[in-house]
Structure formats: structure tokens, C-alpha cells
């Protein structure tokens, strides 16, 4: 069976097609400005720098941070955690994080306790995902150093109480870090309400951005140190590296075509509105989980956000999805999801699960015909 | 006279760009004239008003900006 029309259900991993407003944005950029932001003084150095500038507001706005300086653009999420983790964490620091991060977070954290930086404390969550606000409280140490918590799951779409835990680490004044990859432009974040430090995103899922853009947010003036050195248009006379923001945390030319697209995003939300993005996935999500729930042999593990995970008794994930794709045109992600502590916690480690995430392309059809297909493949299961 | 505002980074030079805007004051930027000790390579240049310190006016928006006046500039 060919399939002209693909069901795209892997939104998690990043999302698809992006709006194209994204790519009449690169275009644009490309085209009409396309020069180097704050290296040169020209005009079109300076439109450049504009537009940086615009799209770190418009970041700022979104998360409900007060200073757009303090928005840091970065490649993706990972590369967020790592400035956070690396340059905040200090020899002896404790640091306390849950048993559903994603790898983004647990190998920088396993890197800094191997080499001797920090002691690394993992803490067990409910079999459906969430953190147990008590067994947080329980595991702060004098040296607590950071807290870093996932708002959403890439596994099972559960959200956290990302405001509890940051009240809880806010009372000790102790930095918190959130892992938005999978919630920003799919929840509603504010920064201030959630107590958040240190908020780490990337552009490409549901904020429909390119490939190769996100940031990291910081709030207040507990600032990590930089991770790497270069050049930054400022302080060109100096052999040091400026330590203001948002020089401090970015050297090097910045991704200006992937800010540009990020831009255009984050203004076919405000467009489309969050709160109607929020409302469609919601939509989606509850039909796919009634629908799987009402297959014979298929365990569904859900939450709130538009990515849900299943298994069929009999079949191991990666058939599942071989078939989906190849009888179905069904593309979604099995196995592991770069989260094996996630999978120990649901207990569907080591094979995993299949993953159907979504967004805003998709449509009710697309989720019944999915349904139907894991009916008919639940069927041939032996 | 015309005075040239310096800035730490660009970010703070576009900071204070949408402040003059909003506040319609005019302004242009400018590369940093050379003699000027700044951080940044980029600058803005406008009219000085007779009682108003702009400076000061753009560090209650939390900008910081010194200011230098043109005298020793050559005018484009
Ligand atoms: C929960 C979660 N955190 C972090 C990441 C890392 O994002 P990126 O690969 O864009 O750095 C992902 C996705 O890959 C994710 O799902």
C-alpha cells in the first residue's frame, strides 16, 4: 500500500509541516537582510540586530520574562541544558532531578558527577509520571545547588507541577530549571508564577520554528558562566569575553536565518493563539486516547499534553511502527524516545513504546484512521 | 548640540532604539566614532533638549547609556 498523504504523528521529535509564514520569514531574511547582526555599524547589519532583537522580546514576552537580555539563543534545548548545567554547577554542588528527564538533561548531569563536580540525586516518580511533591522535599540538602524538572513529557504527555516544585525551591532559594522542549507553544509558561530560573526550550516542536534555534531564559541575576569564548560584535578591544548579557552566554555569529523563522513562529501564534492551539491538541489527544483505550491488548500511558505512548500485547514497538508506516503511512517514533529512565518508570523499558505525538496539521480523520489501523494491527497480534 | 549615546552591547542599543521611538524622539545610529571608548561598535546619535538628560531617563527603563557630546566629532 503507497500512501501520497502521510499521517504525521511524530510532532514530538520536532514538528511538521512548519507554518509557512516560518519559511516565507527565512526567506525573507535571507533575501532582503541577511547580514551579520552588531558586527558591522550598517544598515543592514543593524536591520539584522533588529530583527535579533525583536525575536529575544517576543522570547521574553512568551515566558513572562521581564529583561529580553536575559534570553539566550542557542542551537536546541540540549545545548541550553548544557550552558545551564555546566556553567551554574560548582565542585561539590547537589543536584536533584526526577526519573522521567530526558537524556538532554541526564548526560550532562552523569558527565558532571562522573568527573567528581556533583552529586547527583534521581527521584522516583508515580508509574504515571509525575513527581511526588514530598519525596522532593525530603531530598533537599544543605548543598542543593539546582533543581531540574521537565514540564512535559516526551513520552507520555504528562505535565508536572512545575509551580509547586519551583515554590518548593524558591522558598530555598535554590536555582530551578525547566525543561520546556515539549511545552513551550502547547502550555501556557510563565516564569514568574512557576518560580523559574533557568527555562530551557527549543524551536522546533510546537513552536513550529526551524531546526537549529532555541534559548535558554534566565531569571534574576544568578547568571551560569560562560561555556564557550569568542567573539560577540561588543568589547572588540578586549581579549577577555564580555560578561553582560546576552553577550556572556553567546559567541560566535548566531543562527540569524533559524531566529528569523522563530520569529515568524512566534507570531503565527500570537496569531492562531495558544489558547486555540491548546484547545485543538486537547481535542486530538482525548480522541486518540479514547479511541486506543478501546482496543483489546493495547495499554495506553497518557497525560495532558498531545503525545501518547501505547504498546499491543504480543507485538514489540518497532513491528508496530514498521507496519504503521508501511500499510499505513503512519509515521511515529518507537522504542526508547531518549529517555530510558522515563521508560524504567512507566515499566515499558527496555523495548518502549510507540509514540504518536501531535499538532496542530493534524486532523480527527487522521486520528481515527490511526485508531483503526492499531485495531486492525491489534488484531493480527498473535 | 548633538550628543552620541554609548552602549555596553547592541542589545542595549536597540533597547534604547524602542524607547526613543515610543517616546518619539529622534535619533539615528551610527558606528561608534572612533574616539569614543565604548563597548559596542554601534551608537545613537541625537539632539540634546535643553533641561532633559536623556541618560537618565533611559536608566529608569533599566538602560545604561553614557553620553558624549559631538564637539570633537567631525559631522556627516
Ligand atoms: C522533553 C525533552 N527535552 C529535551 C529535548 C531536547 O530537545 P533538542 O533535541 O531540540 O535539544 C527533547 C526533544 O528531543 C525533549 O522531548
Redesign the interface.
Same mark, same amino acid.
Given at each position: 500500500m503507497k500512501h501520497d498523504r502521510p499521517i504525521y504523528f511524530d510532532h514530538a521529535a520536532t514538528s511538521w509541516p512548519k507554518p509557512p509564514e516560518v519559511l516565507d520569514g527565512m526567506r525573507r531574511f535571507l533575501e532582503e537582510i541577511g547580514a551579520n547582526?552588531?558586527? =558591522?555599524?550598517h544598515s543592514m547589519s543593524?536591520d539584522a !540586530? &533588529?530583527m535579533v532583537?525583536e525575536t &529575544?522580546?517576543a522570547v521574553a514576552e512568551l515566558f513572562g520574562l521581564d /529583561? =529580553? !537580555?536575559q534570553v539566550v539563543f542557542t542551537a536546541n534545548a540540549t545545548h541550553a541544558f548544557n550552558i545551564a548545567l555546566q556553567g551554574m554547577l560548582q565542585q561539590g554542588s547537589h543536584v536533584i532531578t526526577t526519573a522521567m528527564e530526558h537524556n538532554s538533561v541526564i548526560r550532562p548531569l552523569r558527565e558532571l558527577e562522573s568527573r567528581g563536580v556533583i552529586e547527583l540525586d534521581i527521584i522516583p516518580c508515580t508509574n504515571t509520571g509525575t513527581v511526588c511533591l514530598d519525596t522532593l522535599d525530603a531530598r533537599f540538602r544543605p548543598n542543593t545547588g539546582l533543581v531540574a524538572v521537565q514540564h512535559g513529557s516526551n513520552v507520555t504527555g504528562c505535565v508536572q507541577p512545575i509551580e509547586k516544585i519551583g515554590a518548593l525551591c524558591s522558598r530555598r532559594r535554590i536555582p530551578f530549571l525547566v525543561d520546556a522542549a515539549q511545552t513551550a507553544g502547547c502550555l501556557p509558561i510563565d516564569m514568574k508564577a512557576g518560580h523559574i530560573d533557568l527555562l530551557a526550550f527549543t524551536g522546533h516542536k510546537a513552536l513550529l520554528g526551524p531546526t537549529g534555534i532555541g534559548g535558554l531564559c534566565i531569571a534574576g541575576s544568578r547568571l551560569p558562566e560562560p561555556l564557550y569564548f569568542g567573539g560577540?560584535? =561588543? !568589547? =572588540?578591544e578586549q581579549e577577555k569575553h564580555?560578561l553582560?548579557?546576552? /553577550?556572556r552566554l553567546e559567541a560566535g555569529t548566531p543562527n540569524t536565518v533559524g531566529i528569523a523563522g522563530l520569529q515568524a513562529a512566534l507570531e503565527h501564534l500570537r496569531r492562531i493563539s495558544l489558547a486555540a492551539t491548546v484547545e485543538k491538541e486537547q481535542a486530538l489527544r482525548s480522541r486518540l486516547v479514547d479511541g486506543l483505550h478501546a482496543i483489546d491488548g493495547v495499554r495506553v500511558y497518557s497525560g495532558e499534553l498531545p503525545v501518547v505512548s501505547f504498546t499491543i500485547d504480543g507485538l514489540t514497538p518497532d513491528d508496530i511502527g514498521y507496519v504503521l508506516d508501511r500499510d499505513y503511512g503512519i509515521m511515529s517514533r518507537v522504542g526508547l524516545h531518549c529517555s530510558p529512565l522515563a521508560h524504567r518508570t512507566l515499566g515499558t523499558a527496555p523495548a518502549g513504546t510507540v509514540r504518536f505525538s501531535m499538532g496542530y496539521s493534524n486532523t480527527m480523520d487522521q486520528v481515527d484512521r490511526a485508531v483503526q489501523a492499531v485495531a486492525e494491527i491489534a488484531e493480527r497480534s498473535p | 548640540m548633538k550628543q552620541i549615546l554609548v552602549f555596553?552591547?547592541?542589545?542595549?542599543?536597540? @533597547?534604547a532604539? @524602542?524607547w526613543l521611538k515610543a517616546n518619539s524622539v529622534p535619533y539615528e545610529?551610527?558606528?561608534?566614532p572612533r574616539h569614543i571608548s565604548s563597548?559596542?561598535?554601534?551608537a545613537i546619535r541625537l539632539e540634546q533638549t535643553e533641561g532633559v538628560s536623556i541618560p537618565d531617563l533611559l536608566l529608569q527603563s533599566?538602560i545604561k547609556a553614557a553620553m558624549h557630546p559631538q564637539e570633537n566629532c567631525c559631522e556627516f
Open positions: 547582526p552588531g558586527r =558591522s555599524g543593524l !540586530a &533588529r532583537f &529575544r522580546e /529583561d =529580553s !537580555a560577540t560584535g =561588543s !568589547a =572588540s564580555p553582560f548579557m546576552p /553577550d | 555596553e552591547s547592541t542589545h542595549a542599543v536597540l @533597547k532604539e @524602542k545610529i551610527l558606528p561608534t563597548d559596542c561598535g554601534m533599566g
